[in-house]
């Protein structure tokens, strides 16, 4: 059986005019059925006195408002919803550590498309119906387990659901199973790489061709690590859970950029302080409006994510247009092995924690090929020097309550009162010595 | 081959179409539905220029024809077959498909006239009988004959199932399909969502002069929100009753 170069060629190859005729009409009709279906985005024309039939051309976008993750949360859990409930197949959720959940809704053909277009981004990394994948991803209310473990079965791939976690079980798993192909973050393709080393199992050991790898940033340093040590060639992919999840874009064989489904998803890049539109190859925030998702449209949501976009020639074929790897937030949201942290998270976790000052830093580095996370809180004098056992007490709860709500345990050291720097108008609390 | 753009047409003050884009590429069957009123016919009709357009712009071969008269459209390869059929139904079968060819030269009507009676054996039967004799279906017969006397490269059809017995519907949709396969373009509006999707690539769905869902045709027929509103599938589960 020959290699599968496209997943859905006449999509991905089409002339930019030609599809751009789709994309004004699937932008229409989301404008149309968002309008007339989500009381939320009514409401918000209404004000700003606008009417569907705004958008004439492409353009025309930038006329209409964003959407933000407060919006999702404001409307917890369904009121972003364009279907009823019973049209609904499959939800997904943020955790909601902060505030309300931010929750998605896919109806049967919205979770078909999803199916296609991360079969369209694995495809486009070489993976075939003939491979294995292994996926490493956490399955559950994240969208990444489920998002490439469908779109490999969609393919016709063997997909084996790992799930995270157990690192030696994992690999006796890829090792016994031949997995061709591992789905991970590239922090924890890594960890696996330091823990077959450490356990004496070379490379030549796995079967492993290709490394699809994604949800927190990294760079071609990176990259070129993890393929010298498992052997593998390695592909970014990126998505956003409020979006769909994973399949919004992903690298092909040229790795030169992320080709993004630009059929599905409209980009565009704005000057995150101005919020104007940025001429096509300029950096700024990334916002993405869904052409065809039925369950829940969204307009011109601000991902936060910063990159560049661009038109190149792909030899690869693809007329799809390329991002850059997203790198760098217009937030202060932290990716700590491809988990999202706030530090508003920390803030709420230490007001919940009798004797905890609210003075904190947090500081982010890597111990090996993951990223650790530490927190440093002040405490008073007497805890510090007297009370031994308060002490211990002290660091045991907020170590669980961080944990409880970062998910995560992240390592947690109390000092002494008025020693961290203080801070005359916006506060720097973090310190990421991650050099990605 | 035909590419409408953001049109907006207005009967006075009532909007009966809205920003409406649709396309059809060269070769494509692609059908249109909605409910009665949702602007069907009018999106036809204003594509032919039979009514006049407020905003948005037709496209036609690459060529704009936004303000084309009506005839100069149908010159350029665009033909319609009307709601209702349309017939002259005092004239005979053949005066019907020689009037479809009326502005064409004598010899060309005469191949044309052969091909019609080849494709629709029951028209050549019936040449001679009045068009009025005839019954539903073999009307709608002579009006795709008729429309395609001009050897027009996209076919306009309006309703093509209306007022007929399901099984004739099937025969009608049949010839469409024939028509399809030897190269005609068609752009299709109905009510009968089921016939116009089984038949069409690709489709459409316009709701109160809007589109308000498109997909591959095959992805229509099965979305939950076209089965209830047109494929009559309406029902309510038990914690909804």
Excluded at chain 1, 199 to 207: F, H, R, T
Excluded at chain 1, 239 to 257: A, R, V
Excluded at chain 1, 312 to 335: P, V
């Amino acid at each position: 059986m020959g290699e599968m170069k496209f997943w859905q060629k006449d999509e991905e190859t089409m002339p930019v005019a030609q599809r751009q005729v789709f994309q004004l009409e699937r932008l229409q009709t989301t404008v149309n059925r968002a309008y007339e279906k989500v009381d939320f985005y009514r409401k918000k024309f209404d004000e700003l006195k606008i009417k569907p039939d705004i958008i004439g051309e492409l353009s025309d976008i930038s006329k209409l408002p964003f959407t933000t993750k407060q919006d999702l949360r404001d409307n917890y859990p369904y009121g972003m919803f364009a279907v009823p409930l019973r049209d609904i197949v499959r939800i997904h959720s943020s955790s909601g550590t902060t505030g309300k959940p931010t929750v998605v809704g896919y109806t049967a053909s919205d979770l078909q498309q999803w199916n296609d277009l991360v079969s369209r981004i694995m495809v486009a990394g070489g993976v075939s119906r003939e491979d294995i994948v292994h996926v490493s991803f956490t399955y559950g209310l994240f969208t990444g387990g489920f998002g490439l473990h469908y779109g490999a079965e969609n393919i016709g791939a063997s997909v084996i659901p790992v799930s995270s976690g157990n690192t030696s079980r994992q690999l006796a798993i890829m090792e016994d199973y031949k997995s061709t192909v591992l789905v991970a973050t590239p922090s924890y393709a890594l960890h696996i790489a330091e823990t077959m080393e450490k356990a004496g199992i070379g490379k030549d050991k796995l079967s492993l061709k290709i490394a699809l790898l994604g949800s927190e940033p990294w760079g071609d340093k990176v990259r070129a690590e993890i393929e010298e040590r498992l052997g593998v060639q390695a592909f970014d992919n990126y998505g956003l859970s409020e979006l769909m999840g994973p399949g919004i874009s992903g690298e092909c064989e040229c790795k030169s950029g992320l080709h993004i489904n630009e059929d599905f998803f409209y980009p565009e890049i704005i000057d995150p302080a101005t919020l104007q539109p940025l001429p096509l190859g300029e950096k700024g925030e990334l916002v993405l409006t869904t052409l065809k998702r039925e369950g829940m449209p969204l307009i011109r949501y601000r991902t936060r994510d910063i990159t560049r976009l661009y038109r190149e020639e792909c030899s690869c074929g693809r007329t799809l247009i390329k991002m850059e790897k997203a790198k760098g937030r217009t937030d202060d949201m932290l990716i700590i092995n491809g988990v999202n942290v706030f530090p508003s998270q920390v803030e709420e976790a230490l007001s919940k924690v009798d004797g905890a000052s609210p003075h904190y830093m947090i500081f982010v580095r890597k111990r090996g090929a993951l990223d650790e996370m530490e927190i440093k809180v002040e405490v008073t004098e007497a805890i510090f020097f007297d009370e031994m056992k308060k002490q211990k007490k002290l660091l045991e709860d907020l170590t669980a309550q961080l944990a409880k709500i970062l998910l995560f345990k992240p390592k947690v050291n109390l000092v002494m009162g008025q020693t961290l720097e203080r801070f005359e108008g916006k506060a720097k609390r973090v310190v990421d010595e991650r050099n990605i | 081959m035909l590419e409408v753009k953001s049109l907006s047409v207005s009967y006075g003050a009532v909007q009966a179409l809205s920003n409406v884009s649709v396309h059809v590429a060269p070769g494509e069957f692609v059908s249109l539905i909605g409910s009665n009123g949702a602007g069907k016919t009018t999106l036809l009709n204003s594509i032919m220029n039979i009514i006049g357009k407020s905003k948005g712009s037709v496209t036609f071969d690459g060529k704009e024809v936004t303000k084309l008269r009506t005839p100069n459209i149908v010159g350029k390869g665009m033909a319609i077959v009307p709601e209702g059929r349309r017939i002259f139904s005092n004239m005979t079968v053949r005066e019907n498909l020689e009037m479809g060819g009326f502005k064409r030269p004598a010899a060309e009507v005469k191949t044309k006239l052969h091909q019609m009676f080849e494709l629709f054996p029951v028209l050549e039967e019936r040449q001679t009988q009045t068009a009025g004799m005839l019954s539903g279906g073999e009307q709608q017969m002579l009006a795709i004959g008729r429309a395609l006397m001009t050897a027009p490269k996209l076919l306009l059809m309006d309703e093509p199932s209306m007022g007929l017995a399901p099984l004739v519907i099937k025969e009608v949709y049949e010839k469409l399909k024939v028509l399809a396969a030897g190269g005609l373009t068609i752009l299709l509006v109905e009510q009968n969502a089921t016939m116009a999707l089984k038949y069409a690539q690709r489709g459409y769905v316009l709701e109160n002069g809007r589109i308000i869902l498109q997909g591959k045709a095959s992805e229509l027929l099965g979305d939950n929100e076209v089965k209830r509103a047109y494929l009559g599938k309406e029902y309510k589960e038990k914690w909804e009753r």
